[in-house]
């Protein structure tokens, strides 16, 4: 019998123990847990607002080569790449003659050996006539005269020939039309065509064919376009720094130059085309047509006290923020701001470099176990 009393109490105290137990965990588990809130300081730092314009670095001057007459290339003497001056050989032509007109220049030669052989007939005639005195000086001189003309009527025939059947003349080889050259000097982006293709000859009437692309690659432009929300802002004269897409290490300075007056619009917004001067490059090699993106700087603060946008809170449009001014406790205070780049904000007064800010943002942090 004793022994069923001790077994009982010590099963009524284990008992209690347990019961104790679960109602001191349940308690502490109840208890709602402190917010431990983080904090911030505001940090000196250059801040930069700007936008971004797309676009592409061309040549400023890209001059398309065409020949002065129609007909089949003979020869090529560019390549891509290849650096040409004003006046070199870019291609040879030649010339497929028109049958109406060379039976036209035929027909003026033939007529012109005519006249030449009729004025030489008067001519000697009167040379004999004029020696024995039956005509006068002057009557001889008008005959020796209308002989030379002759003459040169039949070379301009025969130049004229030559032209029609060849694009030249033998008085005319150093002006031929059949040598293509460049009219400026740079490098050749491109020559579309190949020898025995055909050309034609730039008029009123069609734009001509063309041989070769010539550009100085040491004046390059950026071309882009800006939204009209952003295009108020900018201003000739501002200096743009450039991504290419084929030189994403790289960046490029270049100064703004030219606002288009009129915008376009493009799937369904307003853009203004914008032309910049690329600053030359002495160690990179920029090739026409290299697409690029700008970043356009509208406004600038050096060295200035920063805090991040997200501790700023609101009340109407006015900003406020949370200082610590003891452990976990904050005080408001007001604030004004400057200049914001999209992620940290230029604050002008209500804190100071040594300020913890409260971030409202912060999801609760228990505190550490003890």
Known sequence: RAMKKVLGILGALMFAAVVLATGVFLHKKSQTRPVVYQTASPVTTDLVRKTVATGAVVPRKEVQIKPLISGIIEELY????????????????????????????ESRLNKAKIALGDAERDYLRSKNLVAEGTISAADFQRSEIAWEQAKEDLKGAQDNLDIVRKGTSARMATASTTVVRATIGGTVLEVPLEVGNSVIESNNFNDGTTIAS????????????????????????????????????????????????KGVEENGAIQFE???????????????????????????????LALDEGL???????????????????????????????????????LTATDKVKNPNTDAVPPKAQ
């Open 78 to 105: 560019v390549e891509p790449g290849q650096i040409v001056k004003q006046g070199d050989m870019v291609a040879k032509v030649r010339v497929i003659p028109n049958m109406v007109s060379l039976s036209s220049a």
């Open 312 to 350: 700023l809170q609101f009340e109407g449009e006015k900003p406020f923020v949370e200082v610590e001014t003891a452990p976990q406790k904050f005080e408001r205070r007001e604030i004004e701001t400057g200049l914001s780049d999209g992620i940290q904000i230029e604050i002008v007064s209500g």
């Open 274 to 304: 914008i032309r910049a001067a690329v600053a030359p490059q002495k160690d990179m090699l920029i090739r026409a047509n290299y697409s690029a993106s700008a970043d356009i700087v509208l406004e600038k603060r050096e060295q200035v």
């Open 214 to 261: 010539i550009a100085d690659l040491d004046d390059l432009i950026f071309k882009g376009k800006v939204d009209e929300s952003e295009v108020g802002k900018i201003r000739a004269g501002m200096e743009l720094e450039l991504t290419i897409g084929a030189l994403p290490e790289k960046r490029v300075r270049a100064s703004l130059e030219r606002i288009a007056p």
